[in-house]
Structure formats: structure tokens, C-alpha cells
């Protein structure tokens, strides 16, 4: 079974940046694609980026398009999340997650990891 972890959250004020990292314990039929979400307290969980593990697809929902950057070292099994020009909005658990179906509904995803917290203030 596949294991997915989470690191790189904080605390920063707005404008500033971070990057967050999601380490697969391996890579199956079921890692085709790696996707990051985020759910504020109170707020459904929200897609914000999706990678295929084979870099040929990449997607980012509006409210982050810009800011944020999705990439990859599949040698490493990590993926990527950077995170530019951080606002008050974005604060929220980020978790990953892996699934062989492509977009950003939280359903398509078996796999999670345990997210990490992102706080920006103003």
C-alpha cells in the first residue's frame, strides 16, 4: 500500500513563500497522478494542483493559478508544491494525494497523507 507524508508547512506572513513536499513511499498503478488539496476549517476540501507522475499533465485550479507551482523528482518520489506570494486566503491543511484517475475531485483519491498546516498572516 502506497504511503504518502507531508512536509514543509508554516507559519508566514503575506506576500512571502514555502514549499511543500509530498514523499510517496512508492510508486503503483494507483500513483498516476499526485495531486495537492487544502481545507480550510469550515470550507469543503479544494483541489489547488495536479501532476501526472510522468510530468505530461499538469493542472491548477484558478484561485492559485500564478502563485503556486507543481513539479516533481520522480527519482525521489517527492512532489512539489511551491507556494509565491502567499495570502491571508491560502492558510488551510494542505494534504496530497494519489490516485490513477486525473482531476480534482476529493473522491477520485484512495490515498492521502496527513497534511500539513499553512498559515499566512496579514
Known amino acids: 500500500q502506497v504511503h504518502l507524508a507531508e512536509s514543509g508547512g508554516g507559519s508566514v506572513q503575506a506576500g512571502g513563500s514555502l514549499r511543500l513536499t509530498c514523499t510517496a513511499s512508492?510508486?503503483?498503478?494507483?500513483?498516476?497522478?499526485i495531486t495537492w488539496f487544502r481545507q480550510a476549517p469550515g470550507k469543503e476540501r479544494e483541489g489547488v494542483a495536479s501532476?501526472?507522475?510522468?510530468?505530461?499533465?499538469?493542472y491548477y485550479a484558478s484561485s492559485i493559478k500564478g502563485r503556486f507551482t507543481i513539479s516533481q523528482d520522480n527519482a525521489k518520489k517527492m512532489t512539489f508544491l511551491q507556494m509565491n506570494n502567499l495570502i491571508p486566503e491560502d492558510t488551510a491543511m494542505y494534504y496530497c494525494?494519489?490516485?490513477?484517475?486525473?482531476?480534482?475531485?476529493?473522491?477520485?483519491?484512495?490515498?492521502w497523507g496527513q497534511g500539513t498546516q499553512v498559515t499566512v498572516s496579514s
Open positions: 494525494a494519489s490516485g490513477n484517475l486525473w482531476g480534482l475531485n476529493p473522491v477520485l483519491y484512495k490515498t
Open positions: 512508492e510508486y503503483t498503478d494507483s500513483t498516476i497522478y
Open positions: 501532476i501526472h507522475i510522468g510530468g505530461s499533465e499538469i
